[in-house]
């Protein structure tokens, strides 16, 4: 995985020093396409039935998120919504106009853990 230095203020801290620090270099975006054709080639399912199907899951997942069901995915992982909220002094006084915001969170399977764990950095230039 390739990284570069930027410098830049710390987070919440703008009044120190910037610091230096390291940010992937991303490559292009992977398509439903191309994601498709690799899926193809370590399956049987062919190409055109694989991007169907993970088309389909674009539409699907976001479904089951709004509901706040947690998507298993196996061997990935699962994904799931967290809210943020204000606090109240009691149940009672809590109202949903406290809740902020809500965010989509994965997290990785100890299969993919272990995968990334194994990553080796190079720094380009």
Same mark, same amino acid.
């Given at each position: 995985? *390739?990284?570069? %230095?930027?410098?830049?203020?710390? /987070?919440?801290? /703008?009044?120190? /020093?910037?610091?230096?620090? #390291?940010?992937?270099?991303?490559?292009?975006?992977?398509?439903?396409?191309? &994601?498709? =054709?690799?899926?193809?080639?370590? @399956?049987?399912?062919?190409?055109? *039935?694989?991007?169907?199907?993970?088309?389909? +899951?674009?539409?699907? &997942?976001?479904? +089951?998120?709004?509901?706040? #069901?947690? $998507?298993?995915?196996?061997? &990935?992982?699962? +994904?799931?919504?967290? %809210?943020? @909220?204000?606090?109240?002094?009691?149940?009672?006084? +809590? @109202?949903? *106009?406290? !809740?902020?915001?809500?965010? %989509?969170?994965?997290? /990785?399977?100890?299969?993919?853990?272990?995968? =990334?764990?194994? $990553? !080796?950095?190079?720094?380009?230039?």
């Amino acid at each position: 995985m *390739d990284y570069k %230095i930027v410098t830049k203020h710390m /987070p919440g801290k /703008p009044e120190l /020093p910037k610091k230096h620090y #390291a940010t992937i270099v991303r490559p292009k975006n992977v398509t439903i396409e191309e &994601l498709a =054709m690799r899926i193809a080639e370590v @399956s049987p399912v062919n190409e055109l *039935d694989t991007q169907t199907a993970l088309v389909a +899951f674009t539409k699907i &997942l976001p479904e +089951f998120l709004k509901k706040g #069901a947690t $998507v298993e995915l196996g061997d &990935l992982g699962r +994904f799931m919504v967290n %809210i943020s @909220s204000g606090g109240a002094e009691t149940e009672e006084d +809590f @109202s949903k *106009d406290l !809740i902020k915001s809500n965010k %989509i969170s994965y997290q /990785p399977s100890t299969k993919v853990k272990k995968v =990334m764990k194994e $990553v !080796i950095y190079e720094k380009v230039k």
